[in-house]
């Protein structure tokens, strides 16, 4: 019957050698106890963080996808709209309902005519339309 070797002591079978000396921790009985420290107050602390930090990326993102959909929705207006001429990347058209309720896109500026005035549009080198505020004049 083979001779059992302590728990305290570490012995290496395949190589038949003591090996307790070249552990990266402690073999023996009166070695301090390996404790994990706690760590719940840390991971708390940061996830709380990470939490915030994600919210506000999250309220950024929002707000662009916002902006997007309105620059979309605009977009696809004025491209729904009727008009009979090539609009010019860089100039300012002004889009208008008919009596019909159909929109059209118009070169005439909002004081020169009657119809009910959508909004001015300027159409940017993308092709995309770009809302332009309007310039009120106070008399």
């Known amino acids: 019957m083979k001779e ?3 728990d305290q002591v570490v012995y290496n079978e395949e ?3 003591y090996e307790a000396s070249l552990k990266p921790y402690s073999t023996n009985v009166g070695a301090p106890a ?4 706690d760590t719940t107050a840390w991971k708390l602390r940061n996830i709380d963080q990470v939490n915030k930090q994600v919210g506000a990326r ?16 605009y ?11 090539e609009p010019l990347v860089g100039h300012t058209y002004h889009l208008y309902k008919k009596t ?3 929109p059209f896109l118009s070169i005439i500026s909002p004081q020169e005519c009657n119809f009910e005035h959508l909004g001015s549009f300027r159409l940017n080198a993308d ?3 770009e809302q332009v505020e309007e310039r009120r004049k106070e008399e």
């Open 34 to 37: 390996i404790t994990t420290p």
């Open 127 to 129: 092709k995309m339309w």
């Open 4 to 6: 059992k070797k302590p």
């Open 75 to 85: 977009n696809q207006l004025v491209y729904d709209a009727q008009f009979n001429f």
């Open 100 to 102: 019909d309720q159909q």
């Open 58 to 73: 999250y309220a950024e993102l929002k707000l662009q996808y916002d902006a997007l959909m309105e620059q979309f929705q």
């Open 15 to 17: 190589s038949g050698r």
